[in-house]
């Protein structure tokens, strides 16, 4: 497995250890020691992908992922709007994040973008706006060789596809194989029964995995048990990233530096 960890340009979004100059945070994530970054970027069209490329590239730290829920808290850009012509930017801008993705050979994550069952509209309809949403962006993104990983989402952050088995069910809809899961240990202590369990559950479909303690903070600093969750991350075969996603707490750098640590110590 993967050490790796998310950064970010300016962004709203609380939980990114960095999130003010991008090139600075690339270079500190290589400097910490960490085998792989994932990016988080509102609008691909808004960044030089080229500069990026020759600068990870340089520094020997692959990106393995592309974050895309900016777009959604600081656009309002979703697949599961009211309006058509939102539903249809949102479309587009997945799929501009995997023109971006793939010149790194990276995911696209597909999280808070896929939106929220809104007021007035049966889940069902909703369902059907992300189905076919993610069918497109999964045509699309085919023949760049890019996958879409979906990530269950919390109860208080939406109100479509909390649990790994609805998002199970929702990529099984869409008949489309390059559909995965993402695993977030924070989302999960909300909403799984068993992380342990849910982690063997999703195997099949698991094809990214964000690390948060209990509290949002670096791991090691809530009442998770990380050493039986990469025991079975290990047990079920996972081998990708192993990504932070977390508050910058106490501040950034801190937050960073105890996460790789701790990883380190587990023997990631």
């Known amino acids: 497995m993967l ?4 950064v970010s340009g300016p962004a709203k979004f609380e939980a990114l250890a960095f999130k003010d100059d991008l090139y600075t945070s690339i270079k500190k994530v290589a400097a910490l020691g960490y085998d792989t970054v994932e990016l988080a970027i509102r609008d691909p069209n808004l960044v030089d992908a080229q500069s990026i490329k020759e600068l990870v590239e340089q520094l020997n730290l692959p990106v393995v ?6 777009a959604y808290g600081e656009e309002g850009l979703s697949f599961t709007d009211l309006d058509p012509s939102i539903r249809a ?3 587009q801008r997945i799929k501009d994040q995997v023109q971006f993705a793939a010149k790194f050979g990276a995911k696209v994550i597909i999280g808070l973008i896929r939106g929220k069952v809104q007021p007035g509209v049966e889940v069902k309809q909703a369902e059907e706006w992300l189905v076919s949403a993610l069918q497109e962006c999964a045509d699309y993104a085919q023949p760049f060789g890019v996958t879409l990983v979906v990530e269950p989402i919390n109860r208080y952050e939406t109100n479509l596809i909390n649990t790994v088995a609805e998002t199970i069910e929702i990529i099984k809809r869409t008949s489309r194989t390059n559909l995965q899961v993402l695993f977030d240990t924070f989302h999960a202590n909300i909403e799984e029964s068993s992380i342990l369990d849910s982690i063997r559950e999703v195997a099949p479909y698991l094809g990214h995995f964000h690390v948060a303690d209990s509290n949002r903070w670096a791991p090691g600093c809530g009442h998770l048990d ?7 991350l290990k047990e079920v075969g996972y081998s990708g990233a192993v990504s932070a996603e977390i508050l910058p707490k106490p501040d ?3 937050s960073a530096r105890l996460t790789i640590e701790y990883m380190k110590r587990l023997g990631l």
Request: aromatic share 4%.
């Open 252 to 254: 950034p750098d801190s």
């Open 226 to 232: 990380f050493p039986s969750i990469l025991d079975v």
């Open 65 to 70: 992922a592309i974050g895309t829920g900016q």
């Open 3 to 6: 050490k790796c960890i998310v």
């Open 89 to 91: 930017k949102a479309i």
